[in-house]
């Protein structure tokens, strides 16, 4: 059901973009953000499931300030294109879920060439924000940020991001992970860029837990039939998956407070590398050159 365990204050006049809001814990916030009676925007590449996606949320929550635009995160001219379109919209940005992730796909490449996990995963993402991040900082004001969130995942805490092999030798394990971490570093830096430049937006990093949703159909068959026979024990419900999304994006408990990791409602402590703020520079550096971004990190901005 909607129930969520804590009271949320109704949020009308706040917009939100989720990607991958068709499926999972990804469509379980977008209804959750629904029902607190922000407009949202889900963006994905599947059209067909995102209207019918957009239907069921607009009868259950009547909200019908519920849309879909085409945004493809494995295509950096796709993900251009949705800012513009959504740009000529001219509403404000609140809130930004960076949502949408692909776990263990077989060996692949985007559009532009990229590894598919880290491609999408990460620097879709990566490009997305920072396109969006102007509308955000107009959006938001001190005493009420706007906030982007990033799903990453426990996986990143077995993670190894190899600066030089960034997108070379694979594993379908490895890759996730691998995409995973990058989101956490790309937080901690981009928060730190927010709060230099003193601009009335956050960034956070959430971590869903264990939930239920299709993300697995790409794992082990035998691994698949254990989910199957005991995922009403160990595995949250796409709803109780998205209740770190919804919380984050919308409690005043984190007002104007970012480079959080955030699990089951509370700050944890992410892998130790991803405080290295050496590292995370240079993986921004090297993801503005890979998606045509300018590099805004002053010189004095180093660990
Ligand atoms: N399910 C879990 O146990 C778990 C654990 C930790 C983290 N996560 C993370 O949660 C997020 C949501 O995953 P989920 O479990 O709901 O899986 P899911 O497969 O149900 O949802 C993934 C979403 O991403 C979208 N997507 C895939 N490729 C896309 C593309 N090219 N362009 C745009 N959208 C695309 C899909 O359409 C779908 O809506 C992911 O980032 C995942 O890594 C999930």
């Not at 009271?7 to 009308?12: G, K, R």
């Not at 499926?23 to 607190?36: F, M, S, V």
């Not at 009676?37 to 067909?48: D, L």
């Not at 109780?240 to 984190?254: C, I, K, Q």
Request: charged share 20%; proline share 4%; with cysteine.
């Amino acid at each position: 059901g909607l129930e969520s365990p804590w009271v949320l204050a109704p949020q009308p006049d706040r917009v939100a973009v989720v990607t991958g809001g068709t499926d999972g814990i990804g469509y379980a916030t977008a209804r959750h953000l629904a029902r607190l009676g922000m407009r949202v925007i889900i963006a994905g590449n599947n059209t067909g499931k995102a209207q019918e996606a957009v239907r069921q949320i607009q009868e259950e929550t009547l909200n019908d300030k519920v849309e879909f635009l085409y945004c493809d995160l494995a295509s950096l001219k796709s993900i251009r294109q949705f800012v513009q379109t959504f740009k000529k919209k001219k509403i404000p940005l609140h809130v930004l879920v960076n949502n949408a992730g692909v776990m263990m796909v077989p060996q692949r490449r985007t559009r532009d060439g990229f590894e598919e996990h880290f491609g999408l995963n990460y620097l879709g993402h990566f490009l997305l924000t920072n396109l969006l991040l102007d509308t955000m900082k107009e959006s938001g004001s001190p005493g009420r940020c706007a906030r982007v969130l990033t799903v990453s995942s426990a996986t990143h805490y077995i993670a190894e991001l190899d600066m030089e092999d960034l997108q070379g030798s694979y594993s379908p394990h490895g890759a996730y992970a691998q995409s995973k971490l990058a989101l956490v570093l790309f937080t901690y830096h981009l928060q730190r860029l927010l709060a230099a430049q003193g601009s009335p937006v956050t960034a956070n990093v959430v971590d869903p837990g264990v939930v239920n949703t299709d993300l697995y159909r790409h794992v082990f068959w035998g691994t698949r039939l254990i989910k199957k026979l005991f995922s009403w024990w160990f595995f949250k419900t796409p709803d109780e998956g998205a209740w770190t999304s919804v919380y984050a994006a919308v409690t005043p408990d984190l007002e104007g407070m970012g480079g959080r990791y955030l699990y089951n409602e509370k700050e944890t402590k992410s892998l130790a590398v991803t405080y290295d703020l050496d590292l995370q520079r240079e993986l921004w550096a090297r993801s503005c050159q890979m998606t045509g971004i300018t590099d805004v990190t002053p010189d004095t901005f180093s660990g």
